[in-house]
C-alpha cells in the first residue's frame, strides 16, 4: 500500500537532546512538509521541501534541521535550541494540489 | 496578517442543524484550495477540494470567492459524527507551499 510513514509515534526526550524524527513516503511525491501542531491549535509549518536537496523554512523554522538527501525520506531534527519541543509533528507530501499525511509523532520533553 | 485564517469556534449545534464556516486567505497568487477534518489526536484528511465553481458532495458543500479572497464550508443536516476540527488548506502551487488555518472547532450536541 501507498502511503506515508513516521516513526516513531510516541517519542521522549531528555532537555538538552537532538532528537531525529523519521518520514517516509512511497507516493512518489515530489514535496514533502513538516508541521507541529499544539494542543487546541492549527498545523504550523516548520520545514517544507520541493525537491531532492533542496528545502525551505517554514514559519517556525528556528530549533529545527532537516535534510533531503531522497526523494522518499524527509527527516527531521528536534535540536536542543528548540525551548518548547513538546508537541505533535505531522509530515506530509503532495505531488501537485491536496496533501497526504502521516500518523503523526508526539514528542515530549522529560 | 496570517496567511490563513479561521474562526476557532467552537462552533456548538444541534444535530440537524445547517453550520458554515468561513476562511480567508492573504495571498492572491494562491491556487489550491482544500477543506480537510481532523478528529482528536488523528492526522488531518482531505475532507474536499474547493472550485471555482463550487463543490458539492453529499451533505458538504465548499465555495471559494477569488475576488473577496475567501473559502466557504457548509454542513447541512448536521450528525454527530460531524464534530471536529476542520481545517482551511491553501496551496501556493508555484512554491509548493501548503498553508493551513488553525482550524475550527465543531461540535454536533444530540
Known amino acids: 500500500d501507498g502511503g506515508i510513514t513516521q516513526s516513531p509515534k510516541y517519542l521522549f526526550r531528555k532537555e538538552g537532546q537532538n532528537v531525529t524524527l523519521s518520514c517516509e513516503q512511497n507516493l512518489n511525491h515530489d514535496a514533502m512538509y513538516w508541521y507541529r501542531q499544539d494542543p487546541g491549535q492549527g498545523l504550523r509549518l516548520i520545514y517544507y521541501s520541493q525537491i531532492v536537496n533542496d528545502f525551505q523554512k517554514g514559519d517556525i523554522a528556528e530549533g529545527y534541521s532537516v535534510s533531503r538527501e531522497k526523494k522518499e525520506s524527509f527527516p527531521l531534527t528536534v535540536t536542543s535550541a528548540q525551548k518548547n519541543p513538546t508537541a505533535f509533528y505531522l509530515c506530509?507530501?503532495?505531488?501537485?494540489?491536496?496533501?497526504?499525511f502521516g500518523q503523526g509523532t508526539r514528542l515530549t520533553v522529560v | 496578517r496570517k496567511e490563513v485564517e479561521q474562526d476557532p469556534g467552537p462552533f456548538n449545534v444541534p444535530e440537524g442543524a445547517t453550520v458554515a464556516f468561513n476562511c480567508t486567505y492573504s495571498?492572491?497568487?494562491?491556487?489550491?484550495f482544500f477543506w480537510y477534518r481532523q478528529d482528536c489526536r488523528k492526522e488531518p484528511k482531505l475532507l474536499m477540494s474547493v472550485y471555482s465553481s463550487g463543490n458539492e458532495d453529499g451533505r458538504f458543500t465548499a465555495q471559494l470567492n477569488r475576488a473577496s479572497q475567501y473559502i466557504s464550508l457548509l454542513i447541512r443536516d448536521s450528525k454527530l459524527s460531524d464534530s471536529a476540527t476542520y481545517l482551511c488548506v491553501v496551496n501556493l502551487n508555484s512554491a509548493s507551499k501548503i498553508i493551513f488555518g488553525s482550524g475550527t472547532r465543531l461540535s454536533i450536541r444530540p
Open positions: 495571498n492572491s497568487a494562491s491556487q489550491s
Open positions: 506530509a507530501s503532495s505531488w501537485t494540489e491536496e496533501a497526504f
